[in-house]
């Protein structure tokens, strides 16, 4: 059986619980007459036997972790020799690291 209730906000939201369903069904509406309206449908639908293919609980998407292997193999597939070459360049003073120099104070 179909449960509505008014929100703070002035909508109204339909609950539906019913052993055919894998979860308990909640939707909003604007007026009480279509909160009303759906749930009665999904009620006589639900008596039938016949769950909507919408209602069915589909499993989200696994998410892959993001190792440092994978990032790293992602960097690199991402980076061009031509585009590795010039950040090269620009790091570097004539094709040469720049020279640092470290006092014992820094060490």
């Known amino acids: 059986m179909p449960s509505i209730k008014k929100t703070r906000s002035g909508t109204y939201q339909l609950c539906v619980k019913n052993k055919l369903l894998p ?3 909640w939707a909003t509406f604007d007026t009480f007459e279509q909160a009303e309206q759906y749930g009665h449908q999904l009620d006589r639908l639900l008596a039938q036997g016949i769950v909507p293919a919408a209602l069915l609980e589909q499993a989200p998407p696994k998410r892959a972790s993001w190792t ?4 790293s193999g992602q ?3 991402d980076t061009t020799i031509d585009s590795f070459a010039a950040m090269f360049r620009s790091k570097t003073v004539g094709g040469r690291l720049p020279r640092t120099e470290f ?4 060490l």
């Open 68 to 71: 440092i292997g994978r990032c």
């Open 103 to 106: 006092s014992r104070s820094q």
């Open 23 to 25: 979860k308990t069904f």
């Open 75 to 77: 960097v690199i597939s």
